[in-house]
């Protein structure tokens, strides 16, 4: 996830670039710069954030160009991947957001016929693509060059020899066209244009847009006109930050889709995982702390069922005090950030142990890649909420591509299996859509069950993980007791804590445990206890069973954590919200920690 913003106007560009910019710096700060047509190209860039790029700005004259800040995912954030990047002759700069997954063989072809790169960037073999076209009409030599191009994209782009024009062009990266008198802007997202105009057009996919001081042209990617009116924006510029939601964890969690469909782009059809090989292993061990110690839980079952290789996972900071046993097991370090303390010291401890280590984190270059032998890169987008919602989804759908890779080397899975498995997984973004889609039936049921003071969560194999994890969503953020156990458990213990005061959150999807589940659910409820179950569609037994379902879509079992943790995780906001509590930033918490 990156920001752009594109000016074509009268005024100066840089001072309106520069705060559109700074209001897009959610999407990412690994790097910052901006492109501007004066007196020529003149192109700034650097890495780290906004402020560090205007500390350093000269007095950009001209009045068309555009601006980017960055949140890497091909080449660290470094200043030579920094956007813009220009190609050979100096006159064409492009900024992008997305992924070029193309762009090594794009690369190679260019290279070959004589273009220089610079950086490691999937962008940059799109602005030496459009040189390549280029016969003095840009929007031409972009069009041509798109249909060259396989991944996801927003992109804007200036040529020096076309001053007044910026081009922008869509697929799955957001566009808008914001329009004004005698000025017209592109930005990734509405904040970046709120102070200058509340009329916006929305570019869709595979359409492009060139926009000068006089006007916008919308068109396809066949060149044939698009006509489409603006709409007029009422948020406040804090609203728009949040894309129109209440909180940022609110938005992240409506992101889930997004983030899965981000985490498989170019991966599924050749299980081709950052070069990653499963070559050798016979034994997983998964490590990592909260959120993320419940992917690696749930990854536990999901080697087991896919890829039939003993698996088992351990808390980051309890790992390096276990004996290092003879056998040396593939290490997985799951952080979101890459910055957990004990994360880190659990990746130095298994390299010590003499264990390969493989790291799966949603940050480019954070210090976790860096202890370990290879990354894995979620590409959830930034996370701001302090609660770990969108990268959680997008860990299990990591974990369940490694799955498939070592159950595909280790001929685990036959050919139709392996494909039957892929389509399931492409359909994941769909089944989170289906949960999202009940946001308002699981408020309400927020505010039947969210007023009481302890709770209890239960599920079994792969959905207790699950359950955990919603256990500390709703711990974490509305600050309601809640305790998770394997349902097999409570009558070992904890059935004594069970009153008509206490619900109980029962993941009971149809999976091999289904029976068992109700059977657990039986002695809860003889306890009086309410339940609240989170149930497969169609299954139209459960509901005689409990006080309430939200229903997940009829999936295989062992994808359903997925749109059972995103009906969990709005659940937990729901409940978060009517109690008033601060969403984003729960208290005595921070997103990322740092220390031991
Ligand atoms: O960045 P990490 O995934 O390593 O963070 C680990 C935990 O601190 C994190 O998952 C935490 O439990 C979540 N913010 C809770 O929502």
């Known amino acids: 996830m990156c920001g752009i913003v594109g000016y074509a106007g009268r005024r100066d560009a840089l001072p309106i670039l520069l705060d559109g910019l700074k209001r897009l710096e959610y999407r990412g700060y690994d790097s910052a710069g901006v492109a501007i047509i004066g007196s020529g190209l003149q192109v700034v860039k650097d890495k780290g954030f906004i402020a560090n790029l205007e500390a350093q700005l000269p007095p950009l004259k001209g009045s068309t160009g555009f601006a980017h800040t960055r949140w890497a995912t091909h080449g660290a954030p470094s200043k030579v991947n920094a956007h813009p990047h220009v190609d050979c002759t100096g006159k064409i700069a492009l900024a992008h957001n997305g992924i070029i997954e193309n762009h090594a063989s794009l690369r190679e072809k260019l290279e070959a016929r004589g273009h220089t790169f610079t950086s490691q960037t999937d962008t940059e073999s799109l602005v030496h693509l459009i040189e390549s076209y280029y016969d003095g009409d840009l929007e031409a030599a972009i069009r041509k060059a798109l249909h060259d191009v396989r991944g996801s994209y927003a992109i804007l782009a200036v040529h020096a020899d076309e001053p007044g024009k910026v081009i922008g062009a869509r697929n799955e990266s957001p566009l808008v066209v914001g329009i004004g008198p005698d000025e017209n802007f592109l930005a990734s997202d509405v904040p970046a244009l709120l102070r200058y105009t509340d009329r916006v057009v929305y570019v869709m996919d595979k359409e492009m847009v060139v926009i000068t001081p006089k006007g916008v042209t919308l068109k396809d990617l066949e060149g044939n006109a698009v006509r489409r009116e603006p709409q007029r924006i009422t948020w406040s510029l804090e609203d728009a930050e ?7 964890m609110l938005k992240e969690i409506h992101e889930a889709p997004q983030a899965i469909h981000q985490t498989l782009l170019g991966r599924l059809a050749n299980l081709d995982l950052d070069g990653f090989s499963s070559e050798g292993i016979t034994s997983v061990k998964l490590v990592a702390c909260g959120t993320s110690y419940h992917a690696a839980l749930v990854g536990k079952y999901v080697f087991e069922e896919i890829a039939r290789i003993p698996a ?56 976790l890649t860096r202890e370990v032998d290879k990354t894995i890169y979620t590409r959830a987008g930034i996370e701001i909420g302090v609660a770990a919602t969108k990268t959680f989804i997008a860990q299990l759908v990591a974990l369940y591509l490694v799955a498939l890779k070592m159950g595909q080397d280790r001929g685990t899975l036959g050919y139709d299996e392996l494909d039957r498995l892929k389509d399931q997984l492409r359909s994941l973004p769909r089944a989170a859509q289906y949960v999202l889609n009940k946001a308002q039936e699981i408020e309400a049921l927020a505010a039947k069950y969210g007023t009481a003071r302890d ?29 998770a156990y394997a ?27 289904y029976e068992k589940m109700r059977s657990n659910i039986g002695e809860v409820s003889a306890r009086g206890s309410p339940v609240l179950a989170i ?13 309430d379902v939200i229903e997940i879509p009829s999936i295989p079992w062992i994808f359903s954590p997925v749109p059972v943790s995103v009906a969990l995780q709005l659940f937990a906001y729901a409940a978060a919200r009517l109690r008033d509590c601060p969403i984003d930033k729960p208290r005595n918490l921070a997103k990322s920690v740092t220390v031991e």
């Open 242 to 248: 949040k894309g129109g939601f209440e909180h940022f």
């Open 312 to 367: 088992s996972a351990e808390l980051a900071s309890e790992y390096r005090y276990s004996q290092a046993p003879s056998e040396r097991p593939l290490v997985i370090l799951i952080s979101q950030s890459g910055e957990t303390a004990d994360t880190l010291g659990a990746a130095r401890e298994a390299r010590r142990r003499g264990c390969k280590a493989l790291g799966i984190t949603n940050i480019l270059g954070s210090s």
């Open 455 to 483: 709770m209890f969560y239960i599920g079994r194999h792969v959905n207790y993980p699950v359950a955990m994890e919603g256990a500390l969503k709703i711990k974490e953020i509305s600050y309601i007791h809640a305790e």
């Open 487 to 513: 349902a097999g458990e409570l009558k070992h213990g904890p059935l004594a804590l069970l009153t008509s005061s206490t619900p109980v959150v029962a993941v009971a999807v149809q999976d091999p445990t």
């Open 535 to 547: 149930g497969t569609e169609g299954d139209k037994e459960l509901p005689k069973f409990v006080d």
